[in-house]
Nanobody
């Protein structure tokens, strides 16, 4: 069983940057692909980015390409989401999720473990 805890959210002005962290405990997260999802009030949860277990493969939703970067430090059991050039439409609760397979996935149903979320608010 893997436990995930997100941190790093907050309030930032448009154009600013934030770095989210997802720290794992329990289980064997080094063999797990990890994804970030976000959910704005009244909207469905959307895929943002994912990284393979090795860190060698990443995938992003189109709206964040060139602005967000996902990476991982398996020794520290942490996955990062570096967010730059933030826009008001990036405002959401951001969740990290892990799956018991090494390859990335973009659907929430393909993930087995979820964190509690970290709120990101971008003001205009």
């Amino acid at each position: 069983q893997v436990q995930l805890v997100e941190s790093g959210g907050g309030l930032v002005q448009a154009g600013g940057s934030l770095r989210l962290s997802c720290r794992a405990s329990g289980g064997s997260s080094s063999r797990a692909a990890v994804g970030w999802f976000r959910q704005a009030p009244g909207k469905e949860r959307d895929f943002v980015a994912a990284v393979s277990a090795s860190g060698g493969s990443t995938v992003y939703t189109d709206s964040v390409k060139g602005r967000f970067t996902i990476s991982r430090d398996n020794a520290a059991r942490v996955v990062f989401l570096q967010m730059s050039s933030l826009k008001p439409e990036d405002t959401a609760n951001y969740y990290c999720a892990a799956r018991e397979f090494p390859n990335t996935a973009v659907k929430g149903d393909d993930y087995d473990y979820w964190g509690q979320g970290s709120q990101v608010t971008v003001s205009s």
